[in-house]
Nanobody, 114 residues
Framework: QVRLVESGGGLVQAGGSLRLSCAASERNFRLNPMDWYRQAPGKQRELVAASTGFQTTNYADSVKGRFTISRDNAKNTVYLQMNSLKPEDTAVYYC????????WGQGTQVTVSS
């Protein structure tokens, strides 16, 4: 059974940085999209950063220039480097593997204090 295990969340002050990791087991997803979503309390889950299997990346406007998605296909791991964090970045962050799959991690909490 495929598992996506996220790590790296925590509490950080505004302006700080965190690096999230998501390791996939049981299958290599080097040709598949691997993304990061987030969900803040009372809000819908939103796409934060996307990485196709062909090195193309996309970002939500709210994180452009601050967040960077990268992947190590040999380790079947996707990362999200988050810099210049803001209180509005506070959310549970989820790793996702897409087309043709739809796998989700359990989520990792990121809290940014002002």
């Amino acid at each position: 059974q495929v598992r996506l295990v996220e790590s790296g969340g925590g509490l950080v002050q505004a302006g700080g940085s965190l690096r999230l990791s998501c390791a996939a087991s049981e299958r290599n997803f080097r040709l598949n999209p691997m993304d990061w979503y987030r969900q803040a309390p009372g809000k819908q889950r939103e796409l934060v950063a996307a990485s196709t299997g062909f090195q193309t990346t996309n970002y939500a406007d709210s994180v452009k220039g601050r967040f960077t998605i990268s992947r190590d296909n040999a380790k079947n791991t996707v990362y999200l480097q988050m810099n210049s964090l803001k209180p509005e970045d506070t959310a549970v962050y989820y790793c996702h593997v897409g087309g043709p799959y739809d796998y989700w991690g359990q989520g990792t909490q990121v809290t940014v204090s002002s």
